[in-house]
């Protein structure tokens, strides 16, 4: 099982990236993001089911994210906009096997190697 996530980047603030992550060797009833900053603890910023229909943010989102997945492809997306300098961080694609969408990150067993996003002020 392997989650490759790609789509990071470097941007002035108030600009966008889409972030992909796609699962290979198996399908996944929630998908999600999580990210860290350096020197920071790794926290959650998003999560979606199987369907689609169910999503939850982390505060910080204030709307400017959007999590989203295609079944067809097995692949979640982030997009994000207006983007902040506090958005750099590393972000990682995370999967778990239950329905139940969650916001801690010992409940997601599997982990994307992490894509860089830097914003620049």
């Known amino acids: 099982v392997q989650l490759q996530a790609s789509g990071g980047g470097l941007v002035q603030a108030g600009g966008s990236l889409r972030l992909s992550c796609t699962a290979s060797g198996r399908t996944f009833n929630t998908m999600g993001w999580f990210r860290q900053a350096p020197g920071t603890e790794r926290e959650f910023v998003a999560a979606?089911?199987?369907?689609?229909?169910?999503?939850i943010y982390a505060e910080f989102v204030k709307g400017r994210f959007t999590i989203s997945r295609d079944t067809a492809k097995n692949t979640v997306y982030l997009q994000m906009n207006s983007l902040e300098p506090e958005d750099t961080a590393v972000y990682y694609c995370v999967a778990r096997h239950p329905t139940v969408l969650s916001r801690h990150k010992n409940s997601y067993n599997y982990w994307g190697q992490g894509t860089l996003v830097t914003v620049s002020s």
């Open positions: 979606i089911n199987w369907s689609g229909e169910n999503t």
